[in-house]
């Protein structure tokens, strides 16, 4: 006789690991596409759990273009994934399309820090670790996008420059801003955050990416290294 084979359910695993306590703490953004199709799918089935299934799911369709892609009667060929399954997943797309091809509103011009304050403020200041984000601008200072760069205590290991940059070509930015919050709720910049600001803009330099500022957010203050005569 073969010995049982012990399955671990998503609710089984430390609350750090599981997708959807990950997205309500940390944000949609510092989830994999692989995880946020899971919170999707919400279940697995009796071998597999519903991250194991998303990865199956991603795997036969290609990626995130093939699943779109994908028709309902190829979608249904996989063990686990059912009408109902197939309708949330259509409905997410859909959604996605919708969304995309919105007559965007005006974009917001940053002209100090105090905009970018205004901006993330919300978001940031209440987090239990340390966000690491860049706000990526256009020639005229619009904001592009906000991205962020790391979850977790501010070091170089974290922020590395190559994928700061490359998030910043992808985007076709002419400008960046950085920006991160202290949970303590004392904006105070540390002396990691002047060395990795210095070395940041120094590779911004190199390659024609302006890094403007470095604001650091607290519970209910903010700091710009630019201010502070760092950049």
Known sequence: MEPLE?????????EEMRPRERLLKDGPESLTATELLAVLLRTGT???????????????SGGLAGLTES????????????????AQIKAAVELGRRLSTKAPGPR????????IYNLLKERMRYYDREHFKAVFLNTKHHVITV???????????????????KSSIKRSAAALILVHNHPSGD?????????????LVEVGNIIGIQVIDHV???????VSLKELGVI
Do not use: W
Request: hydrophobic share 35%; with cysteine; aromatic share 4%.
């Open 6 to 14: 012990y399955r671990i359910k998503i609710k089984e695993l430390p």
């Open 46 to 60: 009796g071998s597999v759990n519903a991250l194991d299934l998303a990865t199956i799911l991603l795997t036969r």
């Open 71 to 86: 028709s309902p009667e190829e979608l249904c060929s996989v063990k686990g994934i059912g009408p109902a399954k197939v």
């Open 108 to 115: 917001q011009v940053i002209k100090s820090p105090v905009d």
């Open 147 to 165: 991205e962020t760069v790391s979850v977790g205590s501010l070091n170089s290991s974290l922020v590395h420059p190559r994928e700061l940059f």
């Open 187 to 199: 904006p105070t910049p540390s002396t990691e955050d002047t060395e990795i600001t210095r070395r």
């Open 216 to 222: 650091v957010i607290g519970e209910n203050s903010f």
